[in-house]
């Protein structure tokens, strides 16, 4: 018999902007990807996002995410979904789970 999926909401009924990723971070943490840190630049709030100056937010991890994984233990709700990179975007709270990628080096004309 499958195991039922666990239900992700769009929002955490605690007025929080993240919380209800939480059961995913804890997931792929389980399954053995760390979480990376980020620059010192961007701040770093209490729950392991980085949230830049126009309120956008990563949690970053060291390896690429389980997308099948995911999909198969958790229930998504419109809005919140994986980015053709691999990444779980939630688009309502502008949030998202990601592989951290090196920074690339600026493109220059000279």
Known sequence: MKPEKQLILSHSPSGSHTE???PIIDFLIAQGNPPTPRPSYLRLEPDGFYIDRDGVGEFLFEQPLDVEAI?????????????????LWDSPN????MQSRPVSTPFSWD
């Open 71 to 87: 999909q198969a233990r958790f229930d998504l709700p419109p809005g919140i979904g994986f980015t053709r990179q691999g990444d």
């Open 20 to 22: 209800h990723l939480r």
């Open 94 to 97: 502008r949030k998202g789970i």
